[in-house]
């Protein structure tokens, strides 16, 4: 069992940053590739990115690569989405999720934990 905790959200305007935290605890971290994903009303949960459980390779869904950097330290069981050149499109819910599987996994349903999810929102 692993537990999710993310923070970091909040409100930023279009071209600012932000940096969303994913704080694990419960089993071992680096036993998990770990996802990032993120929902907008009405609309079906979006991949984001995806890291290894080394953190030596990193997958990014086509909206926001470029413009997004995940990585993780599993010496603090956290992982770690750099948001930059934000845009009002990006306005959603984000999850933190965490996947035995080691092939990057892209999609939710082969995620098995969940945070709670985060609020970013992106002013025009």
């Known amino acids: 069992q692993v537990q999710l905790v993310e923070s970091g959200g909040g409100l930023v305007q279009a071209g600012g940053s932000l940096r969303l935290s994913c704080a694990a605890s419960?089993?071992?971290?680096?036993?998990?590739?770990m996802g990032w994903f993120r929902q907008a009303p009405e609309k079906e949960r979006e991949f984001v990115a995806a890291?290894?459980?080394?953190?030596?390779?990193?997958y990014y869904g086509d909206s926001v690569k470029g413009r997004f950097t995940i990585s993780r330290d599993n010496a603090k069981n956290t992982v770690y989405l750099q948001m930059n050149s934000l845009k009002p499109e990006d306005t959603a819910l984000y999850y933190c999720?965490?996947?035995?599987?080691?092939?990057?996994?892209?999609?939710?349903?082969?995620?098995?934990?969940w945070g709670q999810g985060i609020q970013v929102t992106v002013s025009s």
């Open positions: 419960g089993r071992t971290f680096s036993d998990y590739t």
């Open positions: 999720a965490a996947s035995r599987i080691r092939v990057l996994p892209t999609t939710p349903r082969t995620y098995g934990y």
């Open positions: 890291i290894s459980w080394s953190g030596g390779s990193t």
